[in-house]
């Protein structure tokens, strides 16, 4: 009965919409094995909420492997141990796919190769930003070409660390995204393609100065500034306090800062943005991850 052990992520990194993730030390396990009948439990994150049927991310995952790989759909038991929080922009539904995707692989002897998990997992979530370095840990630029992802992973930069500010409420991708405009100006555009560019170039060199510098945003961060209370006073809050960089950390609600080496002054200065604005977070250090899904038993 495989364990599949998934890192947490954060995508967009800024201007990388849709684009960019990296995975973090923060992990859901899912195990998985064949049963008579269907059986999920939940502990940890998400364990009220979780549907526990046949709508589950990870069954409909490890189902869509016994399809892919020309095998009769099986009944199965599922364990799932969440410590990523669910809904907050830290990547949990892409764990749970990820978890049932690569579980069930594990299940059939390992039949689908990495690209394919990848390719599956993308059609599965909609875009490949989140499933695809929680897969391949590291930092991932991915895209998509018809139903192919083409990615590349990186290795993030020695002294990179990330300071997580997690609100208390939850926010869906669904909202989130619907409150982005149908076309964005052709000078935003720009300015996003040009910081993309030259924050991979910056994470190969190892520059966190310039990487730090490259991580604004005009696609999607300015459109959910209301869905996030104080978002603007909390980025705002993280750069004084000395982070390079701060996003919204994928759909949010959770603002994740860079910073280089452990700075203990970020988060408090984070969590106190946010209490002046009525919102409680919890605050926590991730350093990146640069192992993905990885089978244990």
């Known amino acids: 009965m495989p364990l599949v052990r998934v890192p947490a992520t954060t995508a967009n990194l800024g201007p990388g919409f849709d684009t960019l993730g990296m995975a973090l030390e923060l992990f859901d396990e899912i195990q998985i094995e064949l049963a008579p009948a269907l059986e999920i439990s939940v502990s940890g994150e998400g364990a009220a909420t979780i549907p526990r049927g046949p709508e589950n991310i990870a069954y409909r995952a490890a189902q869509a492997v016994f399809e892919r790989a020309g095998r009769l759909p099986g009944n199965l038991k599922i364990a799932m141990y969440n410590h990523i929080p669910v809904a907050r922009g830290l990547g949990s539904s892409a764990a749970a796919l990820v978890g049932g995707l690569v579980g069930a692989n594990a299940l059939l002897g390992g039949v689908l190769k990495q690209e394919d998990l990848i390719n599956l997992a993308t059609a599965l979530e909609g875009h490949p930003d989140n499933v695809a370095p929680a897969i391949l840990g590291g930092l991932v630029v991915a895209a998509r070409d018809g139903e192919r992802v ?148």
Do not use: W
């Open 150 to 297: 083409y990615c590349r992973r990186l290795e993030p930069p020695a002294g990179l660390t990330t300071v997580a500010a997690i609100p208390q409420f939850t926010l869906s991708t669904r909202v989130s995204r619907g409150a982005l405009p149908a076309r964005v100006t052709m000078s935003d555009a720009v300015f996003n393609l040009s910081r993309v560019g030259l924050l991979l170039a910056a994470v190969q060199d190892g520059d966190l100065e310039l990487m730090g510098k490259m991580m604004d945003d005009r696609l999607h961060q300015p459109y959910r500034l209301s869905l996030v209370p104080g978002m603007e006073e909390v980025f705002a809050a993280a750069r004084a306090a000395g982070a390079l960089a701060v996003t919204l950390s994928g759909s949010g609600p959770t603002v994740i800062a860079f910073c280089q080496g452990r700075n203990p002054c970020v988060g408090p200065a984070m969590a106190a943005a946010f209490a002046r604005h009525g919102v409680a977070c919890i605050v926590k250090e991730l350093a990146p991850c640069s192992r993905g899904a990885v089978v244990l038993e």
